[in-house]
């Protein structure tokens, strides 16, 4: 129904950047575009909880956590069912497996539920 592929992660050091790409599929994905409600990155790195990254709701509103802001940039193109995520000034700390989710259901509200999960691509930011 519902498939989120990440790509664009790798190595890379500190003060570089990176930009991570999601690409959503399925039959329901690309046949009722009005029930993405919103897309995010979430991020988890070893021995810490999965935390939010960033969201783009369906009207183009933005959230990002504070540790990013001003260093990262949600950004998405609906025709393609593809989402980013730039990521400039990298720091050690932004290392972690990074994951896309989806917020896809009938009817889109205010609070967002992230429900379909990509399988995760690895950042790692070293010296």
């Known amino acids: 129904q519902v498939r989120l592929v990440e790509s664009g992660g790798g190595s890379v050091q500190a003060g570089g950047s990176l930009k991570l790409s999601c690409e959503g599929s399925?039959?329901?994905?690309?046949?009722?575009?009005?029930?993405?409600?919103?897309m995010g990155w979430y991020r988890q790195a070893p021995g810490k909880e999965r935390e939010l990254v960033s969201s783009i709701r369906w009207d183009g509103v933005t959230n990002t956590a504070h540790s990013v802001t001003g260093r990262f940039t949600v950004s998405q193109d609906n025709a393609k069912s593809m989402v980013y995520l730039q990521m400039n000034n990298l720091k050690i700390e932004d290392t972690a497996v990074y994951y896309c989710?989806?917020?896809?259901?009938?009817?889109?509200?205010?609070?967002?539920?992230?429900?379909?999960w990509g399988q995760g691509t690895q950042v790692t930011v070293s010296l």
């Open positions: 989710a989806a917020d896809f259901r009938y009817s889109c509200e205010r609070s967002l539920s992230f429900n379909y």
């Open positions: 399925g039959y329901s994905f690309t046949t009722y575009p009005s029930r993405r409600c919103a």
